[in-house]
């Protein structure tokens, strides 16, 4: 948690400090995802404003690229590196990356693993004893490490599914003269610790799957 705490400190004090400076082609985020996606030969994908900060992500249900407002309209490094990630997912979507796929494809899984999984620790909780009469201990752990596996799975093909659209958007923005040296660097860097959340995220899942695995062990010992 702490480490989870302090990787995303690290990262919004990059988008900050990259947020302050201006790109050198002043364009806004908004002006850099149309141009990626064009680019890409996309035109059924609408580049949109969200509420909210650092929210921005790629919809493939409706095919919206959500940019939040800083983004949307910023002219700046971080603004530029994030749309152009977010346009990276589209991009995928269109090309049917693989991981993107599959990660997709397991929405509706991981989605109802956190949701058993809640409901179990809510009940272990508040009603332990309940539990524990109504439901042998082993079922309950098995249960547990099955949605946690599920999760695990979704957290580590996420990985692949994020550092792929980091590189498109890194080449593009280079390729096409967007971000000069310097700030191509800058741009860098903030997807990089933008990275480092899911690399936290899936690290925890691996760590809390594993836990679970040594509670079933030990019981049996």
Same mark, same amino acid.
């Given at each position: ?13 990059k988008f ?9 082609q002043n364009?806004?985020?908004? +002006? ?27 919809? !493939? ?15 700046n490094v ?19 990356? !693989?991981?993107?796929?599959?990660? &997709?494809?397991?929405? !509706?899984?991981?989605?109802?693993? &956190?949701?058993?999984?809640? %409901? ?15 439901? !042998? ?24 599914? +994020? ?14 003269? %967007? ?43």
């Amino acid at each position: 948690m702490l480490l989870s705490l302090a990787v995303g400190y690290r990262f919004k004090s990059k988008f900050s400090k990259y947020a302050e400076i201006t790109l050198t082609q002043n364009l806004s985020g908004a +002006e850099i995802a149309e141009q990626m996606l064009r680019s890409n030969g996309i035109y059924d994908v609408e580049v949109i404003t969200t509420e909210g900060q650092l929210t921005d992500h790629y919809n !493939p249900l409706n095919k919206t690229v959500n940019l939040s407002r800083d983004v949307y309209y910023g002219r700046n490094v971080s603004a530029a590196a994030v749309a152009a990630h977010e346009c990276g997912h589209a991009i995928q979507h269109a090309v049917a990356y !693989p991981y993107l796929k599959f990660r &997709s494809a397991m929405v !509706p899984v991981q989605n109802a693993s &956190s949701k058993i999984m809640n %409901i179990i620790i809510m009940v272990m909780m508040f009603g332990g004893i309940f539990i524990a009469k109504s439901f !042998p201990y082993e079922i309950v752990i098995y249960t547990l490490i099955a949605c946690q596996s599920v999760i695990t799975v979704f957290a580590l093909v996420t990985l692949p599914v +994020e550092f792929d659209a980091s590189n498109r958007a890194l080449a593009w923005l280079t390729t096409n003269g %967007i971000v000069l040296k310097k700030e191509e660097t800058m741009a860098k860097d903030a997807l990089k610790w933008a990275a480092m959340t899911y690399v936290i995220s899936a690290l925890a899942a691996v760590t809390t799957l594993l836990y679970y695995i040594t509670l079933l062990l030990g019981r049996r010992d």
